[in-house]
């Protein structure tokens, strides 16, 4: 694998850094030798991220990284944010030239690309770097358009859908398909983001980057791909923002053109209002309601995952006992607790499931 550094901006205490917590966490693609952020400066990126070290040095500039790690070749630099309406951050935006000065290339999975800062662009030509702006949409030849063919698919399709955004659906299917395929199961994940990829997934594709008219064929092709490719016993897909979060709602493509087997669902019992929309008057849905919707649509729910940001575990422990108890389906902590306990109700699934 390539050693790659992440740049954060400062912002690797926040959710909006979502990206490096995911890489920080597992990667295939990538070996992470360090993180810049001159917030957190000084300490390991894994107990800034969640008390277990890494032996993940934070360094507070990229100068100061490149002279402590000089005797490692290290090939690119990550932008491991996920900043509001895909712009580079003032933060990191700053710190792109000294990455390319010190013979380093960087990755970009924002909206803006970095390839069309000409300043950038330019340093990068004249020093033969790469600049990888992967969230490029892809060209009008390329894109597909649903055919119905999800119907070939044999094996189920759980999406990990939440009811907001910024919920750990994401890690939650990744950790759902690591677990089953320790349990001997093949078991693959389906990615809908930067994140995913950037850690080494193999088949999805990127859902805010593919014009309207194709996210269903886009859905329906990665599912396609890996269902003649490797033939799992089940897949897991990574849901996106919440049925009705106003600012992008999502999830009902995830159900109907993926023809969705049942839905594990994410929630947060403490965000009251959607993610940077807490002047807006509409509440995020409580999960008894959002399965009601999804049961709207077609899918049934099989499972809670609860996210734990603002909370200790004692208090999400409550409202996990509370929900299993209300909602009659098995609710966990993912992050806390694993997802060890769902395995035995896939694998039911996996043995009970009749294709239609």
Known sequence: MDKAIILTGGLLETIHAKTAHGLLRSSERFDLVAIVDHISAGKDAGEVLDGKKRGIPIYKTVKELVEKEKETPIRYAIIGVAAKGGMVPDGIRSELED???????????????????PELANLAAARGLELIDFRRPKKFEDLRFWTGRIKDVKCPKIPVLGTDCALGKRTTARLLTQAMRQAGFKAEMIYTGQTGWLQGGQYGFFFDATP?????????????????????????????????????????????????????????????????????????????????????????????????????????????????????????IPMAEGVERLVPLLADFIKNYQPQ
């Open 99 to 117: 990455v390319l000065n010190a013979g380093i290339s960087i990755i970009n999975g924002l909206h803006q690309g970095i390839g069309d800062i």
């Open 212 to 332: 309207n008219d194709f996210i269903s064929g886009e859905l329906e092709g990665a599912i396609l791909d890996c269902w003649e490719h490797k033939k799992p016993d089940i897949m897991f897909i990574e849901g996106q923002s919440g049925l009705r979060n106003p600012s992008g709602p999502c999830g009902s493509e995830f159900i109907l053109s993926g023809d969705a087997s049942a839905i594990i669902l994410q929630h947060n019992p403490k965000r009251e209002k959607f993610k940077d929309l807490k002047q807006y008057p509409d509440f995020v849905p409580a999960p008894e309601d959002e399965i009601k919707l999804i049961k709207m649509y077609g899918a049934d729910t099989i499972a809670l995952c609860i996210n734990t940001l603002d909370m200790d575990f004692e208090v999400a422990g409550k409202y996990r006992d509370q929900y299993e108890k209300a909602l009659g389906i098995p609710a966990i």
